[in-house]
């Protein structure tokens, strides 16, 4: 059993930066690909980085290549999400989901997941 809990969230200017974790409490959790997804206001929810088991495999969304780094540390059973030079549509609430099969961006691929935390990028 997967159980994703994310943290790091909050409120950044412009510019700005943040690091959100994902952490999960089971034991299974180096065999699992893990992703993280966004959802805006009135948006739906989409796809912005994803990690192997490894973390040697790294995906991201053309939106926040080269701003956003994922990392995973399986020791502490954490994913973190590093995130550069914020801007405001980078506002949303992002969650991590656990993906135990082949890489994917799609959300129905993904077989559990956290319950979000909240980013807000101020102009």
């Known amino acids: 059993q997967v159980q994703l809990e994310e943290s790091g969230g909050g409120l950044v200017q412009a510019g700005g930066s943040l690091r959100l974790s994902c952490a999960d409490s089971?034991?299974?959790?180096?065999?699992?690909?893990i992703a993280w997804f966004r959802q805006a206001p009135g948006k739906e929810r989409d796809f912005v980085a994803e990690i192997s088991w490894n973390g040697v495999r790294t995906y991201y969304a053309d939106s926040v290549k080269g701003r956003f780094t994922i990392s995973r540390d399986n020791a502490k059973n954490t994913v973190y999400l590093q995130m550069n030079s914020l801007k405001p549509e980078d506002t949303a609430v992002y969650y991590c989901?656990?993906?135990?099969?082949?890489?994917?961006?799609?959300?129905?691929?993904?077989?559990?997941w956290g319950k979000g935390t909240l980013v807000t990028v101020s102009s």
């Open positions: 989901a656990a993906n135990r099969d082949g890489p994917s961006t799609a959300e129905n691929h993904m077989d559990y």
């Open positions: 089971g034991r299974t959790f180096s065999n699992y690909r």
